[in-house]
């Protein structure tokens, strides 16, 4: 069934960093869907919501570029959004290429 509201959905293997997002992303009023893992997500995803993901770029596992990928073989028209503390152009450039819709730094 499709959901009304768009869901973010948002993975990240940093439970704190989950939780700060989920609430300010709430707050804002999105519905908020989160894992911490991109296996579970993957697995537990459903494709006919409608939504973004937002997803860290340096995870144990299946990085967010790998789960970039695999998200849209599946659903190619989901927008998706890559993080990451590590960031620089090259990078950028190359989530750009793999169809993400934006690259986000965080310079901490």
């Known amino acids: ?15 704190v960093v989950v939780r700060s997002l989920e609430r300010v992303l709430a707050t ?5 869907r989160t894992w911490t893992s991109p ?10 919501i409608r939504g973004c993901l937002v997803t860290d ?5 299946t990085s967010g570029m790998e789960l970039l990928t695999a998200l849209r073989d599946v659903v190619p ?5 890559l993080v990451s503390g590590r960031g620089d152009i090259p ?7 793999a169809g993400a819709v934006t690259f986000l730094p965080s310079h901490a």
Not at 77 to 81: E, G, S
């Open 77 to 81: 028209l989901r927008f998706v959004i």
């Open 91 to 97: 990078t950028s450039v190359k989530a750009m290429k």
């Open 39 to 48: 296996g579970d997500f993957l697995q537990e995803h459903d494709h006919e």
């Open 1 to 15: 069934m499709q959901s009304v509201t768009p869901t973010v959905f948002l993975v990240d293997d940093d439970r």
């Open 28 to 32: 804002a009023g999105h519905c908020v």
């Open 57 to 61: 770029l340096a995870m144990p596992g």
